[in-house]
T-cell receptor, first 114, second 114 residues
Framework: QKEVEQNSGPLSVPEGAIASLNCTYSDRGSQSFFWYRQYSGKSPELIMS????GDKEDGRFTAQLNKASQYVSLLIRDSQPSDSATYLC??????????????FGQGTTLQVKP | DADVTQTPRNRITKTGKRIMLECSQT?????MYWYRQDPGLGLRLIYYSFDVKDINKGEISDGYSVSRQAQAKFSLSLESAIPNQTALYFC?????????????FGQGTRLTVV
């Protein structure tokens, strides 16, 4: 089992719809969770971080964390063609302290069609 | 100018050659990381460093070495390149003042070993 798993997609949604991206992780002791967006040929950029159970909203983005079920999700409301990218889920592994080490999922490709 | 700069951006090299990828940053962060990205596998940590005298292996350090020449410079070497080291390589930094959680990535180096 991979430590961090995502469906590679592509996930295709129409413009204006809600895109739902999911990520599961294997180590129950993981504490910090991140969503990075990566446009084709570009570097990843952080769009959301979440540390406690529940929802965290930032503009059109909402991150949801459920530690009991070991999943973290990203919702993108009012999806735009400019949201078309690969979304990487990343987790601070347990016992990594504040090293900044990250375990990444393989990424989900999102396509928003006009 | 980018805060995290990688050189070269693209490189084609032959099997058995030694190659160095360089990374410099102006963010003033102590922590620096080298990741490689392969299709379908996400990003995997090769090495990380907390300061000039503190170098640590990541998940996939075999076949690689690093040098932290200064706080701002962290280079990755492939002593004898092999084709399965063909990948996209990213340098990243993080700020321990924020718990070292957010990673800032360079533009990436696309390496092809033929």
């Amino acid at each position: 089992q991979k430590e961090v798993e995502q469906n590679s997609g592509p996930l295709s949604v129409p413009e204006g719809a809600i895109a739902s991206l999911n990520c599961t992780y294997s180590d129950r002791g993981s504490q910090s969770f991140f969503w990075y967006r990566q446009y084709s040929g570009k570097s990843p950029e952080l769009i959301m971080s979440i540390y406690s159970n529940g929802d965290k909203e930032d503009g059109r983005f909402t991150a949801q964390l459920n530690k009991a079920s070991q999943y973290v999700s990203l919702l993108i409301r009012d999806s735009q063609p400019s949201d078309s990218a690969t979304y990487l889920c990343a987790v601070n592994p347990p016992r990594s302290g504040n090293t900044g080490k990250l375990i990444f999922g393989q990424g989900t490709t999102l396509q928003v069609k006009p | 100018d980018a805060d995290v700069t990688q050189t070269p951006r693209n490189r084609i090299t032959k099997t058995g050659k030694r190659i160095m990828l360089e990374c410099s940053q102006t963010k003033g962060h102590d922590r620096m990381y080298w990741y490689r990205q392969d299709p379908g596998l996400g990003l995997r940590l090769i090495y990380y460093s907390f300061d000039v005298k503190d170098i640590n292996k990541g998940e996939i350090s075999d076949g690689y070495s690093v040098s932290r020449q200064a706080q701002a410079k962290f280079s990755l070497s492939l002593e004898s390149a092999i084709p399965n080291q063909t990948a996209l390589y990213f340098c990243a930094t993080s700020d321990p003042g924020t718990g070292g959680t957010e990673a800032f990535f360079g533009q990436g180096t696309r390496l092809t070993v033929v």
